[in-house]
């Protein structure tokens, strides 16, 4: 697996990470802890040597796996977690008070097994808290050696301004996709001023570039999907003409939807480290051959041209999570 470095913050990641997420929380019920723990250890016997988890998943639960997982190699991996949320369960709206911010990086710790987090993100701007605040206090637990670098996620131009301003950001992590372009408007620009890396999550549209989801599928009850408009039984009908699109680029190139998909967002900046997550080993290895993929000029220019005709329907969240990004 090829590295890449995260900006100019010379933190030196896989090319393609893997997103935890989806092991325990946001997608129906957690996957059994010892799959779990296999689909990470395969995923470092792979190459893979970024990990990206969160307090909030689960709440708890997935930091907990990651830990346990990643034990026998943490010297050889990244971990990047986040704090944000009021007593770390997403529900219970934002909370990024200084006090806060160093309760999560102890508690982390102890749950990841390690004496310092590789990469600490703010999970959503909060309003309440000034930026300034939130930066201060992830450089003071910088000098101190419980974290190395300090992320933000969904953050909007300013808020990355002011917080870089404070301590420099290594890393904005997003939603980018071939579904989900906004980021080329405004993001990308400052973050290639600034010397920011950037971490796309959902790189594969909540799973619906795959080509695995169409207007049939049902989903878990428990699933974040049923309630994202994006994924409502008519959006997805009218959404497959992309993935129609994708399947016969993938065809010419003898790969699958997904790693097209995947490589698309590789070959955008040399800064850009996609998080695909899964559950499933197969999944794994599919989203993980995408970094071998290479896509000329004329291959990028075929894929923006045919995916521009398309435009894609519905939000990507329900209107009160929309509130919450970009600010």
Known sequence: MQKRKLGKSNLEVSAIG???????????????????????RTAFDRGVTFFDTAEAYGPFLNEEVVGEAIEPFRKHVVIATKFGFLNGDSHQGLDSRPERIREVADAA???LRTDVIDLFYQHRVDPKVPI???????KDLIRQGKVKHL????????AI??????????????????WWREPEGEILPVLEEL???????????????TGAINETTKFDSTDFRNIVPRFNEENRKANQALVNVLGEIAAQKKATSAQIAIAWLLAQKPWIVPIPGTTKLHRLEENLGAANI???ESDLGEI??????????????PAHLQQRVNR
Not at 19 to 33: I, N, V, W
Not at 132 to 138: H, I, K, L, P, Q
Not at 151 to 158: D, I, K
Not at 199 to 207: C, D, Y
């Open 18 to 40: 893997l997103g935890c997420m989806g092991l325990s929380f946001g997608y129906g019920p957690a996957t059994e802890r010892q799959q779990a723990i296999t689909l990470i």
């Open 109 to 111: 710790l102890k749950r």
């Open 132 to 138: 300034e605040d939130v930066a201060g206090t992830v």
């Open 151 to 158: 992320g933000l996620s969904e953050a909007g131009v300013q």
């Open 161 to 178: 301004r002011r917080a870089h301003s404070v301590q420099p950001v290594a890393a904005l992590q997003s939603e980018y996709s071939l």
């Open 195 to 209: 010397g920011i890396g950037f971490v796309p999550f959902s790189p594969l549209g909540k799973g619906f570039l």
């Open 294 to 296: 290479q896509l000329s």
């Open 304 to 317: 923006t041209a045919a995916v521009s005709k398309i435009p894609v329907q519905g939000d990507r969240y």
